[in-house]
């Protein structure tokens, strides 16, 4: 069965470095989100691909945070600077289409701990 | 506004015993869809129901049942005879066909106990 495939699965940084997450969709999917979800709460929207643009990034703190999808496939999410407030895991999620009423598929995560 | 609340933060049950899981959901739009996800340990979001604001008929699926009513914007989940694999965190959600946005409740843990 295909899968949202993430990477890595467990990030340790120190406060002001940089970290990237990777996240590649189910094959075909032409919409790709970036969720954030702290512990305790439920996830939340960063930002939405549809090909390769940008479709709604309004809750992305752009100070620190970008997100590209250059080809329309794979994705990155990048912090720089980390700070203490941005552990949490990070979920990638793809869908067929933009308007897919919201049936998202998931990927398994990457947890980020800022020390 | 859009709003999604799960008021019931944790809740412990023994095996076999029933289970509801609560689901308050705030709207303008009239075309939505509500959805339930489970996220096990592993940390996967996994799709299990999604119902659209123009049907309130309820579904069954095996163990599962969900109650959508729309007069008091609630879309509950019942487990029956809960079993120790259903441990995990579930998750109410909202798609507004305005914004193309899906919105999460803070999630509900579930624990199962033998």
């Known amino acids: 069965e295909a899968e949202v495939a993430q990477s890595p699965r467990y990030k340790i940084t120190e406060k002001s470095q940089a970290v990237a997450f990777w996240c590649d969709p189910i094959?075909?999917?032409?919409?790709l989100y970036w969720y954030r979800q702290i512990l305790g709460q439920g996830p939340e929207l960063l930002v939405q691909f549809q090909d390769e643009s940008v479709v709604d990034d309004s809750q992305l703190p752009k100070d620190r945070f970008s997100a590209e999808r250059l080809k329309g496939v794979d994705s990155t999410l990048k912090i720089q600077p980390a700070e203490l407030g941005d552990s949490a895991m990070y979920l990638c999620?793809?869908?067929?289409?933009?308007?897919?009423?919201?049936?998202?598929?998931f990927g398994e995560g990457s947890r980020l701990t800022v020390l | 506004a859009q709003k999604v609340t799960q008021a019931q933060t944790e809740i412990s049950v023994v095996e076999k015993e029933d289970v509801t899981l609560d689901c308050v959901y705030e709207?303008?739009?009239?075309?939505?869809?509500l959805f339930w996800y489970k996220q096990p340990p592993s940390g996967e979001l996994v799709f299990l129901i999604r119902?659209?604001?123009?049907?309130?008929q309820n579904e069954i699926s095996g163990r599962y049942s969900w109650n959508f009513q729309k007069s008091t914007s609630s879309f509950n989940f019942t487990i029956t005879a809960s079993q120790v694999v259903d441990s995990a965190v579930y998750f109410c959600?909202?798609?507004?066909?305005?914004?193309?946005?899906?919105?999460f409740g803070s999630g509900t843990r579930l624990l199962v106990r033998p």
């Open positions: 094959s075909g999917h032409a919409t």
């Open positions: 959600a909202l798609w507004m066909d305005s914004s193309y946005k899906l919105i």
């Open positions: 119902r659209n604001s123009f049907d309130e």
């Open positions: 709207t303008r739009d009239t075309t939505y869809y």
């Open positions: 999620a793809s869908s067929p289409y933009y308007t897919n009423t919201g049936e998202l598929f």
